[in-house]
């Protein structure tokens, strides 16, 4: 059965605390993408990564960070640094290029800062 | 600056009914265009990819056309369902190989509702 997975669905944070948020797929796509989706916004790129090793920030990576020691892995920790971390977080992944193949999601991760 | 526009904002229909959704860009220059459904709580879906060649293309009850010369995409739902209850967004892509993998412009979609 492939596909992305993301875990845990909801997850509740306190101020002041990191959290990390899995992706994993078994597409065995070598591009992988974070994105946020906050109420009347469209989904905002957060961190993105071509190859294993690599990644580069998005529109709004600040307060996030990422790895991506493995090809079907790539997890994103939000920081306290992260002013406003509440949001809907939706991974996704490609075979190549994002503008030129298709984009593959995960079924997103809710977080609650409490 | 590269925009999505989505209308309308949320739509409500009566189960069995046709809608038609639309979409406005000023990406450029243009890759493709696509289609999707999110449920919610849930990932978006594709439902098509257009390159600016293709007109029309449709996917079950559901038919995006592409006028690359106005920008703008419509999609229709034909025979609505109530499975069909969904946000619908709006993905531009731009074309561009060199500069990073990810360049794609979201919409903030269109809530549809389909009642019996």
């Known amino acids: 059965d492939g596909g992305i997975t993301q875990s845990p669905k909801y997850l509740f944070r306190k101020e002041g605390q990191n959290v990390t948020l899995s992706c994993e797929q078994n597409l065995n796509h070598d591009a992988m993408y974070w994105y946020r989706q906050d109420p009347g916004q469209g989904l905002r790129l957060i961190y993105y990564?071509?190859?294993?090793?690599?990644?580069q920030k998005g529109d709004i990576a600040e307060g996030y960070s990422v790895s991506r020691e493995k090809k079907e892995s790539f997890p994103l920790t939000v920081t306290s640094a992260q002013k406003n971390p509440t949001a809907f977080y939706l991974c996704?992944?490609?075979?190549?290029?994002?503008?030129?193949?298709?984009?593959?999601f995960g079924p997103g991760t809710r977080l609650t800062v409490l | 600056k590269n925009q999505v526009e989505q209308s309308p904002q949320s739509l409500i229909i009566l189960e069995g009914k046709n809608c038609t959704l639309q979409?406005?860009?000023?990406?450029?220059?243009?890759?493709?265009l696509r289609w999707y459904k999110q449920d919610t709580g849930r990932g978006p879906v594709s439902l098509t990819i257009m390159t600016f060649s293709e007109n029309t293309k449709s996917n079950r009850r559901y038919t995006a056309t592409l006028d690359a010369d106005t920008k703008q995409s419509s999609l229709h739902i034909t025979a609505s369902q109530l499975s069909d209850s969904a946000s619908y967004i709006c993905?531009?892509?731009?074309?561009?190989?060199?500069?990073?993998?990810?360049?794609?412009?979201f919409g903030t979609g269109t809530q549809l509702k389909v009642e019996l």
């Open positions: 993905v531009v892509s731009v074309g561009e190989i060199t500069g990073g993998g990810n360049k794609l412009t």
């Open positions: 979409c406005n860009y000023t990406v450029s220059p243009f890759s493709n």
């Open positions: 990564s071509q190859i294993v090793n690599d990644f």
């Open positions: 996704a992944s490609s075979s190549g290029l994002a503008g030129f193949n298709e984009q593959f």
